[in-house]
């Protein structure tokens, strides 16, 4: 941790003397930064003039899954969500993140039924009856990143996949409870994983969720199976995603070898997943994006 003078302007840009701002704060964070789980660096938390940047590109990337549940119908292909959205996007001002992301060549993952995440849209895959289908979108605004997802219901979905989703939807309520500043992010994980246990279904280990904001996947990696008291401490300022990503059989994933993105359950059961992006504040948490 860089040494800033007490009258010297505080190090997250607020213009207040450093005395009036962080040092209490970066005190505090001295002590934890004894424990053997990191604590976060100082890009990783987000100033004011940032957090209202973030809020803006959210507002946007919440319109345009909101418009995705307005038009989403069966009989659509999943490139014509990927139309929606960029259309609905680039309308508000926004870039869809994922687009030429790392090769990615579309402006949002659509998700079907045993695709876990990642799913390519294409102009061969229609929505059919009973299909469970995340959508999700991610946004550049102004320079700032927001990140989130939802899960559809094509038609008459059974009862078995409509449960799988209204658990996964729950399971982000259950993570909720544990975001607070000075708390280790490795019990908001724990507490998912516990739940989706007991309600008979699994979460995939490999991928999880990420700071977000300023870049498109910052630290620290968010984990949905993690262990009480591990992994970073969470201080006011932090933004990630919490993004689980349930089966209904086993854990077991893999990648599609042909395209390199879309990722599959190795037992072909049913996925599901929601992903939200939230602020950690001086008291508990904001919802930044849903
Ligand atoms: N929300 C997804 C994630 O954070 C979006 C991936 S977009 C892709 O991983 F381009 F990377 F596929
Ligand atoms: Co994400």
Redesign the pocket.
């Known amino acids: 941790m860089e040494k800033t003078e007490r009258n010297a302007p505080c190090w997250c840009g607020s213009g207040k003397k450093y005395k009036y701002c962080h040092s209490a704060f970066d005190d505090k964070l001295k002590k934890f930064a004894a424990e053997p789980y990191p604590v976060p660096t100082r890009d990783l938390i987000k100033n004011e003039e940032q957090i209202e940047g973030i809020r803006a590109s959210s507002k946007i990337n919440i319109a345009v899954l909101d418009y995705v549940a307005e038009h989403i119908r069966m009989g659509m292909t999943t490139a014509e969500i990927d139309e929606m959205v960029y259309q609905k996007t680039t309308e508000l001002g926004g870039v869809p ?3 030429n ?2 090769g ?1 060549p ?1 402006s ?2 659509v998700s079907v039924n045993s695709v876990v ?2 799913g390519i849209p294409d102009d061969a895959t229609y929505l059919e009856n009973g299909d469970i289908v995340n959508v ?3 946004t550049i605004y102004n320079g700032y990143y927001s ?3 939802r899960m559809f219901l094509i038609g008459d979905v059974n009862e078995e996949a409509r449960r799988l989703v209204e658990v996964t939807k729950k399971s982000l309520e259950v993570g909720l409870k544990e975001v607070a500043p000075w708390k280790r992010l490795g019990d908001m994980g724990a507490a998912i994983h516990e739940y989706i246990l007991q309600n008979g279904y699994t979460v995939v280990k490999e ?1 999880g ?2 700071g ?1 904001g300023l870049e ?2 910052e630290e620290p990696f968010v984990s949905y199976v993690s262990k009480r008291g591990t992994e970073m401490l969470l201080v006011p300022g932090m933004v990630f ?1 919490i ?1 689980p990503m349930v089966n209904m059989g086993a854990d077991a994933i893999f990648i599609d070898e042909e395209d390199d ?1 879309t990722v599959y359950t190795e037992d072909g059961s049913l996925s599901a997943q929601w ?1 939200i992006t939230v602020l950690v504040t001086e008291d508990g948490y904001e919802i930044l994006t849903y």
């Open positions: 993140a994922p687009l992301y790392r990615f579309c949002c993952c995440c990642h999700d979108i991610s990140d989130s997802s991928i969720g990420h977000v498109f996947h995603t993004e993105w992903e």
